[in-house]
């Protein structure tokens, strides 16, 4: 079961342009996270919200949790090459204690120089 | 090394052997995790344990064992492979308490013929 469905999956767009990518699900979730993928390597975690309406910022990154934490977005502004790879947001349930978190498919992101 | 290592990294085996994926951490962290990340489906959780000698399945445990005699230690055997096993496979771990921050291994990527 999908819970956490992402928009849109795939993103190319020109460096210096803003983006925002959207995690969405009919589930309510203690706390999410958001991470980036590059080719052959791990995820790693960018940033974690477990408040409803937090808004978290990372250098030009904005993440922000939906007030009915069931959903969050990632606004990147002014992006660079750099940020280049895949965004993965992944939800823990309130039926566990952080020992289940269900990913999304991702958003394969691409910044042309 | 430091950090949350994975072997073998490239695995190659036939449809019906025995195959184990190793999983090493140093930060003596409680709980850790296996996922199988394929196209489509995100991250889905296999197996987790939140201690030496307890482990739980997760969303996708048909056809995979895990056993955890070290806390640094979690290995996933795949006890009859078949060719929807081939996948690339990520270890984490992460400390008790907290936001429930996971910290991913290189992954292993295996192919099933």
């Known amino acids: 079961t999908q819970l956490l469905e992402q928009s849109p999956q795939f993103l190319s767009i020109q460096e210096g342009e803003n983006l925002t990518v959207y995690c969405n699900s009919s589930s309510v979730f203690s706390s999410l996270q958001w991470y980036r993928q590059e080719p052959g390597e791990g995820p790693v975690l960018l940033v974690t919200?477990?408040?409803?309406?937090e808004v978290k910022k990372l250098k030009r990154l904005t993440f922000q949790f939906g007030d009915a934490r069931k959903d969050s977005s990632l606004h990147i502004t002014a992006a660079q090459p750099g940020d280049t790879g895949l965004y993965l947001c992944?939800?823990?349930?309130?039926?566990?204690?952080?020992?289940?978190?269900?990913f999304g498919t991702g958003t394969s992101l691409t910044v042309i120089p | 090394d430091a950090g949350i290592t994975q072997s073998p990294r490239y695995k190659i085996t036939e449809t019906g052997r025995q195959v184990t994926l190793m999983c090493h951490q140093t930060?003596?962290?409680?709980?850790m995790f296996w996922y199988r990340q394929d196209l489509g489906h995100g991250l889905r959780l296999i197996y987790y344990s939140a201690a030496a000698d307890i482990t739980d399945k997760g969303e996708v445990p048909d056809g995979y064992v895990v056993s955890r005699s070290k806390t640094e230690n979690f290995p996933l055997t795949l006890e009859s492979a078949t060719r929807s096993q081939t996948s690339v496979y990520f270890c984490?771990?992460?400390?008790?308490?907290?936001?429930?921050?996971?910290?991913f291994g290189p992954g292993t990527r295996l192919t099933v013929t």
């Open positions: 984490a771990s992460r400390g008790s308490g907290g936001a429930y921050e996971q910290y």
């Open positions: 992944a939800g823990a349930g309130y039926e566990n204690t952080g020992n289940q978190f269900y």
């Open positions: 919200v477990v408040t409803g309406g």
């Open positions: 930060w003596s962290h409680s709980y």
